[in-house]
């Protein structure tokens, strides 16, 4: 059976002493309990070796939320994927559509990001989805389908094994428009369908595919009932221990 994971996305938020307080707190409610997924966190950088000694405790998985394209050298402010290794981050989230809006990131970088983090034996999350207008004109599986041929389709069978991908329709990323449970069955029913054409059905049944986008502790577990959606990319709801656990528990 593929894999389930929920992952929060903390984005730019908590000082290092609110980061260490959610993060234990998730630590400790977690402690013993066998959950049916794998549980993510995805705190800024510079909060991700504190996480790291939680997690070697808990069984937590920790991952950054961007990576440089470029290998190592004079990248201001840029954090490679060899320093993400060399503190032992297993994931590490990638195309965010807030990347994409506020940096411009291209599917072209983004493809380069990923096939970094493979190198160093990181498993990238992938994020793709269409915006609204997108949407609206009925082109919301094209954007998608293009988002997978340019960032992720370049790579052979066995990269790709290693990516996670997750569906995060931009106009329901923290708007508290939460993509219907149907509308995102569809999805990834569809990109799975992708995956199948590029990889083969052995490979797309293996591959977790996240829904994103204010996914919330109310309808976590309709969203996750559906039998293409592996799991969720929280935002919002993984910033509070409670709402979270919840989310984690709705298998
Ligand atoms: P949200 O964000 O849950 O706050 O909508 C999801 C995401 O951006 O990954």
């Known amino acids: 059976m593929r894999k389930k994971i929920v992952a929060g996305n903390w984005k730019m938020n908590k000082t290092f002493q609110d980061a260490e307080d959610l993060v234990s707190t998730i630590a400790d409610e977690l402690d013993g309990v066998d959950t049916a997924c794998e549980v993510v966190l995805c705190p800024p950088f510079p909060y991700l070796e504190m996480a790291s000694d939680y997690a070697d405790e808990s069984g937590l998985q920790i991952a950054a939320q961007n990576v440089s394209e470029f290998e190592d050298g004079a990248y201001t402010g840029e954090v490679s994927a060899s320093m993400l290794a060399s503190i032992e981050i297993g994931y590490c989230i990638v195309g965010h559509s807030e990347r994409r809006k506020y940096f411009g990131e291209t599917n072209a970088q983004l493809a380069t990001k990923v096939e970094?983090?493979?190198?160093?034996?990181?498993?990238?999350?992938?994020?793709?989805?269409?915006?609204?207008?997108?949407?609206?004109?009925?082109?919301?599986?094209?954007?998608v389908k293009r988002q997978l041929d340019e960032g992720l389709f370049q790579l052979n069978k066995d990269e790709f094994k290693e990516v996670v991908i997750a569906y995060e329709p931009v106009w329901a990323i923290g708007t508290g428009v939460t993509a219907t449970s149907a509308q995102a069955q569809e999805m990834h029913a569809f990109i799975r369908q992708q995956i199948t054409g590029k990889y083969g059905k052995p490979v797309a049944d293996q591959t977790t595919i996240l829904y994103g986008g204010s996914c919330n502790a109310k309808n976590a577990a309709e969203l996750f009932s559906n039998p293409d959606v592996d799991g969720g990319l929280i935002g919002g709801a993984s910033l509070v221990a409670e709402d979270f656990i919840k989310i984690v528990k709705s298998f």
């Open 116 to 143: 970094k983090l493979l190198d160093h034996a990181i498993r990238p999350i992938f994020c793709i989805g269409e915006l609204l207008e997108e949407r609206n004109a009925n082109n919301h599986f094209e954007v």
